[in-house]
């Protein structure tokens, strides 16, 4: 067993205990299969006490599949999906959206991560017209996958932006939690409340097992009792239908139950892990021209610039990822179970290999 410490990603982490303790505590008689057990049934008050009186969830097994059954709901079979090039939907889920889904994205560039109405404006042309998959869905992640943060103004625009073409705004919580601990709000502040449509609630980075949700933030109007009405189906079809659901939902109301106050508390510890590896290497770096961090950590999230050589080396003790061959950016990500000897750790072998 390998049990090399990592920064490579927060799903190296292992499963929460109150997770665990939750699952243990399930596993006692028989309950009806499919969702129609309690387990689930609490999880419906969780998701109404964190999104508002209309939000209805649906439980799933990963993050791509929420995201693929989310974004099928949103659209028609002949319309498309508006992101940034940068977007997990487009490199990080093997063409899932495209395979599974049969969409079309429509990709933009963004250095920070983070989708601009004008960024999302420049796709907005030809509606209309046959030759051009029509947009019908902005979908942006928060955090970012360069680990930057959306105001809830910012979303609010993108979302009022796509409701006046008829679109939908669906937003990518993988790291959800990581967001509402850094901005310091509730998830309905940055979702329901700016008019986001649908949420992809992730569960596993904060520490389930294999747990993650589908989330229609407002199911009395006439297109989210729509979106609500479809997903089951839409669940079943893509191989996302729990039979033993009450072992995916236990899950999520762990971390979610009470105000998020498990999932919660694992992302301020994340975040803080991430800023005091940010001030490390920020101070590294201004001793060391070769060192650099372009983007200051705004949650769980560290992107500095190392020699190619230095990043080999670091890499033998500390698994992490190049993030940008060209430029040599590395990802440094930390979890609800980095600790501060990881991080001394890793700054201390930084400081000896530029040193040597």
């Not at 927060?10 to 009806?32: M, S």
């Not at 995916?248 to 979610?256: G, H, K």
Request: charged share 20%.
């Amino acid at each position: 067993m390998n049990n090399q410490r990592g920064f490579a990603s927060d799903n190296y982490a292992g499963i929460h205990p109150a997770v665990l303790e939750a699952i243990g505590n399930v596993n006692q008689g028989h309950q009806v299969a499919y969702g129609e057990d309690s387990e689930t049934e609490r999880f419906n008050s969780v998701v109404k006490e964190l999104f508002g009186p209309n939000a209805e969830g649906f439980p799933v097994f990963n993050g791509t599949g929420a995201n693929v059954i989310a974004l099928q709901a949103a659209t028609k079979r002949w319309e498309a999906v508006v992101c940034v090039e940068s977007a997990h939907i487009h490199v990080d889920e093997g063409g899932a959206p495209e395979k599974m889904a049969g969409l079309k994205l429509w990709t933009v560039p963004s250095p920070t991560g983070k989708l601009t109405v004008e960024l999302a404006k420049s796709q907005l042309f030809d509606m209309g017209v046959v030759h051009r998959a029509q947009p019908a869905v902005i979908s942006i992640t928060q955090t970012t996958e360069m680990g930057t943060l959306y105001q809830p103004e910012e979303i609010k625009a993108l979302a009022d932006l796509a409701h006046e073409h008829g679109m939908l705004l669906h937003l990518d919580g993988a790291r959800l939690s990581n967001a509402a601990a850094a901005l310091n709000l509730s998830f309905a502040d940055f979702t329901t409340n700016v008019g986001v449509d649908l949420v992809s609630l992730g569960g596993t980075k904060i520490g389930a097992l294999a747990a993650e949700a589908v989330i229609v933030t407002n199911t009395s109007t006439a297109r989210g009792k729509q979106l609500a009405d479809s997903l089951p189906f839409l669940r079943k079809t893509s191989m996302q239908l729990a039979s033993k659901m009450r072992f995916v939902s236990c899950q999520l109301n762990a971390l979610f139950e009470s105000g998020a106050a498990v999932a919660i508390a694992n992302a301020r510890h994340a975040n803080s892990m991430a800023d005091k590896l940010y001030e490390g290497i920020t101070e590294i770096a201004k001793n060391n021209p070769l060192v650099s961090v372009p983007n200051k950590a705004e949650a769980n999230a560290v992107f500095p610039i190392l020699p190619s050589a230095i990043t080999e080396k670091l890499q033998q003790d500390y698994r992490f990822y190049v993030w940008n061959q060209a430029t040599g950016q590395v990802r440094l990500m930390c979890s609800f179970d980095t600790t501060d000897e990881d991080v001394t750790g890793l700054l201390a072998k930084l400081k000896e290999l530029l040193a040597n």
